[in-house]
């Protein structure tokens, strides 16, 4: 029997408790196949692969892509994650969240020819800029600083592009500017900055037009980061950064959730301490995931997250501990309620039993019936009137009493409480049957 139960518990855990990301089974939604977005959902995704963990990785065209897929469409949820540059807009009522920030941000940069100097926004005057493919966060960010009171006097001519598309088209003088929103360190950067000898514009004033909004941050690029010799760029820069923000959609659970943060916080050593987002422009319509909010406090994921996902996607552990709590003061309220019940019959009992010594003038167990004189007896019609009463009284506590016993209500191992109660009742019921079998003055004429 000991190894029956030991074989039983042992597949229990087998099939229940998990230490790796078997259950994790969504997508994530990156960007351009050469962007920094996508490097990273690979890397993600291989990682979790190495522990039974399965992440589609989904190349879109950036950033609004990527909210659009989150969203759905015609009420189709795919469970998916997705990297959002912060600022995109979120529909409010689509039940995003935000699982956090990656600790790198991104960079907005802005590459003309070599040998051009552009030193502030005024010199971009009825300049023609590529921004990007449409549906990209680098178009949406592009359009909304165009928009700025400072910048619409420019004139400036966006036009959307691919982005090694209007990079070449920036050398061949058919574009003034090119715009990304990319890690600077992404290896499409690299290849764009040293084949087609572009420059990183950074305007005097964009340090002035960057601090007008908390979620963007100045970032600098240092003298010859792409290429020592050449070198590019020849000079420090000063660059506009922004958030990238972890956003999940409604279908995914619980568990998958916390998977992904402990994903995330394995591939970036800062990631926990970097979060959660001190501030960022999409909290309004997306909030912080309960989930991440946990995930940050604690460091780690909680015990149930770690080895009973099935468990927490049902219910979270705070809640489980609710339930938990809420159980035991049922069972606790129950078991009063019992005991209550059984002062009552007991109480009772008592009291009958009192009537019964009052008519006879005994005890009320069966041994002092033994002792009785063969003349008593019940004397009066009245007495024996008070006596059939009494029996049909102590019948309905009886059955009461068996009634209680057999409830709901009654704690297990409280059962012999009413048994006792059952036979003390019966006890009298047997002294009070031979009473009025006795014959005597009580008999009707």
Known sequence: MAIAVLALAAAVLYFTVSGDYAFLRA????GAPTGHYHATGERLATRALKRKGGLS???????????ARLVGENGRCIPAFAFVQDGVPVPADAGLQILGRLPQPESLLLFTRRGRAINT??????????????????????????????LKGLDLKPSNHGLEAQAEMVRDGQLDLAAFVMNEDAELIHTLATKYDLEIVAPADIEGLAARDKWLR???????????????????????????????????????????LMLLSEEFPNFVRDNPPSSWKSQDQAPLADEARQFFTNGEPELADRYFPWLVNLMSPAYWIYLAMAVTILFNASNAYSRFRLWRIDANREMLESR??????????????????????????QDRKTAEDLMKDLEALRLRCEEQLRSLVTPMGSEMFYRYQESLIEDAQAMLADLLRRPGGGKAL
Request: with cysteine.
């Open 27 to 30: 997508s994530i939604y990156t």
């Open 57 to 67: 990785v989904v190349a879109t065209a950036g950033s609004v892509e990527n909210i």
């Open 121 to 150: 926004f005024d010199d971009l005057k009825d300049a023609s800029v590529g921004i990007g493919p449409e549906g990209s966060g680098t178009a949406y960010l592009m359009q909304q600083l165009m928009e700025n009171s400072d």
């Open 218 to 260: 100045l970032g600098r690029i240092p003298a010859g980061f792409y290429d020592i010799a050449k070198p590019i760029p020849a000079t420090d820069k000063l660059v506009a950064q922004v958030d990238t923000l972890i956003m999940t959609n409604a279908c995914v659970h619980r568990a998958e959730r916390v998977a992904f």
């Open 356 to 381: 019964l010594k009052a008519l006879s003038g005994l005890g009320s167990t069966p041994e002092h019936v033994k002792t009785l004189a063969p003349e008593a007896v019940i004397k009066t019609p």
